[in-house]
């Protein structure tokens, strides 16, 4: 047991709960552009899939706890991690030199910050309507709660579209190197199968990114009304 515990307070072992706590996450944002696609199936795929995950108060919390907690460990290990790179090399390279390191790589920290940023914006605008409360109250005609009309009413204005795209940017470019970081992490590596898991990321991350990109601008474009 003392040698778990010393084994995931190595850099190794964090690299380990983060790559973990990393493709969890991933899972989720996946799960969501997929529910949140019901969008063009009309009002009521969406309402009535927002009202089947309230009907179970439990399971809905337990995964929103659970889901925090992930990101807090997530966020904590990134943080950890890279203190200790800086104080492994407390003075700086005189020259950076980029041989294989791809921009999404490179820009990991920021874009980071910047999801964060976003996903603190996006669960007080949409999920607790904080930030535009107009349509929390309102119901459609089933008695649900009119979540269509919400994100339809919140994707017209120019100022949140705007907002919205530059988050998918960040979540684009950490979903590219992260998830194929991952999985390099957790150790799954084949000759044959390198360059299969190498574009795990990309791809995901390019799928994750249109879904999310096509209802925003289905509806600021009108297709969805």
Same mark, same amino acid.
């Given at each position: 047991?003392?040698?778990?515990?010393?084994?995931?307070?190595?850099?190794?072992?964090?690299?380990?709960?983060?790559?973990?706590?990393? @493709? *969890?996450?991933?899972?989720?944002?996946?799960?969501?552009?997929?529910?949140?696609?019901? +969008?063009?199936?009309?009002?009521?795929?969406?309402?009535?899939?927002?009202?089947? #995950?309230?009907?179970?108060?439990?399971?809905?919390?337990?995964?929103?706890? $659970?889901? @925090?907690? %992930?990101?807090?460990?997530? %966020?904590? #290990?990134?943080?950890?991690? $890279?203190?200790?790179?800086?104080?492994?090399?407390?003075?700086?390279?005189?020259?950076?030199?980029?041989?294989?390191?791809?921009?999404?790589?490179?820009?990991?920290?920021?874009?980071?910050?910047? #999801? +964060?940023?976003?996903? *603190?914006?996006?669960?007080?605008?949409?999920?607790?309507?904080?930030?535009?409360?107009?349509?929390?109250?309102?119901?459609?005609?089933?008695?649900?709660?009119?979540?269509?009309?919400?994100?339809?009413?919140?994707?017209?204005?120019?100022?949140?579209?705007?907002?919205?795209?530059? *988050?998918? +940017?960040?979540?684009?470019?950490? +979903?590219?190197?992260?998830?194929?970081?991952?999985?390099?992490?957790?150790?799954?590596?084949?000759? *044959?199968?390198?360059?299969?898991?190498?574009?795990?990321?990309?791809?995901? $991350?390019?799928?994750?990114?249109?879904?999310?990109?096509?209802?925003?601008?289905?509806?600021?474009?009108? %297709?969805?009304?």
């Amino acid at each position: 047991m003392v040698r778990l515990f010393a084994h995931f307070q190595a850099s190794v072992g964090k690299k380990m709960i983060m790559a973990l706590t990393g @493709l *969890g996450l991933a899972g989720f944002v996946m799960a969501h552009m997929l529910g949140n696609l019901q +969008l063009f199936e009309g009002p009521h795929a969406l309402n009535s899939y927002a009202a089947f #995950l309230r009907d179970m108060p439990i399971v809905l919390w337990a995964v929103r706890i $659970g889901l @925090l907690s %992930i990101a807090v460990f997530h %966020i904590g #290990l990134a943080l950890q991690l $890279g203190m200790r790179n800086r104080r492994a090399r407390p003075v700086e390279y005189t020259v950076h030199r980029y041989r294989q390191a791809s921009i999404a790589s490179r820009t990991m920290a920021i874009s980071g910050m910047a #999801l +964060l940023v976003f996903v *603190g914006f996006h669960l007080l605008h949409l999920t607790a309507g904080v930030i535009d409360p107009g349509f929390n109250d309102r119901l459609d005609a089933e008695g649900h709660r009119d979540v269509y009309s919400k994100v339809v009413h919140a994707f017209q204005n120019p100022f949140v579209v705007l907002l919205y795209l530059a *988050g998918q +940017l960040g979540l684009g470019l950490h +979903l590219n190197h992260a998830i194929a970081s991952s999985i390099q992490t957790m150790g799954f590596e084949h000759a *044959g199968l390198n360059r299969l898991l190498k574009a795990l990321g990309p791809v995901i $991350g390019l799928i994750v990114v249109l879904g999310n990109v096509a209802i925003i601008l289905a509806v600021f474009l009108g %297709i969805v009304r």
